[in-house]
């Protein structure tokens, strides 16, 4: 996923236009063409997307036993959902959606916070999880939306939407996720949006007109808003003249930005923030209550953000690359190798993992710090261990 950009998981490739003549018309007619570097740019985004969505979640193992999780990707099975007399909404994880909902109909709900796998819980009607069959009842710190259910939106829509054509705008466009409800939107429906600047790297995250209408205190940190024009704001730099001052930060901002901000909090407006927003958030003992009895203490944490959980999938990807690219380069060194050689580079291997991470766990439990020397008699152990073995084999 491109940085700061958070998409629907279904992507659709970019169309271009030609002109083409009908030689019985004698007329142009637009026709939708695709290049081959088209294509496969198309594909490896969606590889992308993937990668950072999903290699951050578990596909083998059901996240009941996790609790519940900060942020992970989930499904609805509407072949599940349809089937339960009483509709009862639900969200699963990963391996639930691989291993117990095979040819099922899933949406994808991209991720969402603290939630726990409903695999399987009273949530389905007669339906156990084969990953973790036992589990409560319900879970009931599970939050669900309409995206539960497949739809999205203040339209409350599908996406993409059946009764739309192809070519419509909204089953075209990339839906963007409210950072406080995490509904997704169609930027149609987000009101002013034409206010902000909403290219992939100019804001972080998004949030909704219902939302902001619940949390108008945010309009008084304009310089964290990505608006095209701030002009009217007048915007003086309040950090460098109250770097000084005690007391609530939203205060110092509500007087600095009085006019202004009054009139964004009448607006009814969607609103799109810039990069590291919340590290500009007040923490004061007065913010942090509020923002809790708003229900929304998540907003100080910026390991709350898809930014970072996307940034987190890469790096693990990456790792899993690496993982598989050591092991091919082991088997290809080992296959250079007679037997003898082959059983004593894997006894050493064994070994130095083993006993590196019993060296570094001991200086870890009785909090010391290692030096040179502890290293080199590391390694001299190593060696001699090595030494001895290599007298027995032969």
Not at 76 to 89: A, G, I, V, Y
Not at 215 to 222: A, C, K, N, S, V
Not at 242 to 256: P, Y
């Amino acid at each position: 996923m491109s940085k700061n950009w958070q998409k629907f998981s279904s992507i659709f490739i970019h169309k271009h236009k030609m002109s083409k003549l009908d030689e019985s018309q004698e007329a142009n007619v637009d026709q939708e063409v695709y290049s081959l570097q088209e294509i496969i740019e198309s594909e490896k985004e969606q590889t992308e997307i993937a990668s950072a969505v999903l290699a951050a979640s578990d596909a083998q193992n059901c996240s009941y036993t996790q609790g519940y999780v900060y942020r992970q990707a989930l499904y609805c099975c509407l072949t599940c959902l349809n089937s339960n007399k009483e509709n009862k909404l639900h969200g699963i994880c990963l391996a639930c959606s691989y291993e117990c909902h095979q040819n099922h109909e899933l949406v994808e709900l991209y991720t969402k916070r603290n939630f726990r796998c409903d695999c399987g819980n009273s949530n389905f009607s007669d339906f156990k999880c084969k990953l973790e069959p036992e589990k409560e009842n319900e879970n009931s710190m599970n939050k669900y939306n309409h995206n539960f259910s497949g739809l999205y939106c203040s339209c409350n829509r599908p996406y993409p939407d059946p009764d739309l054509s192809a070519n419509d705008t909204l089953n075209n466009e990339e839906m963007i996720q409210c950072t406080i409800c995490e509904d997704w939107f169609h930027l149609k429906h987000l009101n002013n949006f034409n206010n902000f600047r909403i290219s992939e790297n100019d804001y972080e995250d998004m949030v909704c007109q219902q939302c902001m209408s619940l949390t108008p205190f945010l309009w008084y940190y304009q310089e964290q808003l990505a608006l095209k024009d701030k002009n009217e704001t007048a915007l003086v730099d309040v950090e460098s003249e109250t770097d000084h001052c005690t007391g609530c930060k939203l205060e110092r901002l509500k007087k600095t930005y009085f006019c202004v901000g009054n009139k964004w909090c009448e607006s009814q407006s969607s609103c799109f923030l810039s990069d590291s927003w919340r590290d500009s958030l007040c923490k004061c003992e007065s913010c942090l209550k509020m923002y809790t009895e708003l229900k929304i203490d998540f907003i100080t944490n910026k390991e709350d953000s898809i930014k970072f959980y996307e940034e987190k999938g890469k790096k693990m990807d990456e790792m899993k690359k690496q993982e598989v690219d050591e092991q091919k380069l082991l088997n290809n060194e080992l296959s250079k190798m007679n037997r003898v050689s082959q059983l004593e580079f894997l006894h050493n291997l064994n070994d130095f993992k083993t006993d590196l991470k019993d060296f570094l766990a001991n200086f870890a439990r009785n909090g010391q710090v290692v030096k040179r020397e502890n290293i080199e008699e590391f390694f001299e152990g190593l060696n001699n261990q090595r030494k001895k073995r290599r007298v027995q084999l032969f």
